[in-house]
């Protein structure tokens, strides 16, 4: 069974740290895509990482880039995403997502493109 879930989230000051978790079961782990996604309310889902560890492809928001960390341990098979110097728009409830389908880098910051989701863990960040 294919599961995904989130852990890690919290409430921090600005330029605060936080690490999120994802556990992911099931065939979808060795999938090549993964991803953390993030919504605020009244906004649409947006891309903030990805990762191809199939190829070792690394992909930032240019609003996340060099704060935050995607990475992956293949020993405990889950899906981290180290943020740090955190922003109050930085706030929003984070997802992890996977998918096994092929595809290309232009759209592999698509919500659309991925199958798989965990059910979200929520970051606030105060100024």
């Known amino acids: 069974q294919v599961q995904l879930v989130e852990s890690g989230g919290g409430s921090v000051q600005s330029g605060g740290s936080l690490r999120l978790s994802c556990a992911v079961s099931?065939?979808?782990?060795?999938?090549?895509?993964k991803a953390w996604f993030r919504q605020a309310p009244g906004k649409e889902r947006e891309g903030v990482t990805i990762i191809n560890d199939c190829s070792g492809y690394r992909y930032y928001a240019d609003s996340v880039k060099d704060r935050f960390t995607i990475s992956q341990d293949n020993a405990d098979n889950t899906l981290y995403l180290q943020m740090n110097s955190l922003k109050p728009e930085d706030t929003a409830m984070y997802y992890c997502?996977?998918?096994?389908?092929?595809?290309?880098?232009?759209?592999?910051?698509?919500?659309?493109?991925?199958?798989?989701w965990g059910q979200g863990t929520q970051v606030t960040v105060s100024s």
């Open positions: 997502a996977a998918t096994d389908r092929f595809m290309s880098r232009a759209t592999s910051m698509s919500p659309l493109a991925y199958d798989h």
């Open positions: 099931g065939y979808i782990y060795s999938a090549c895509w």
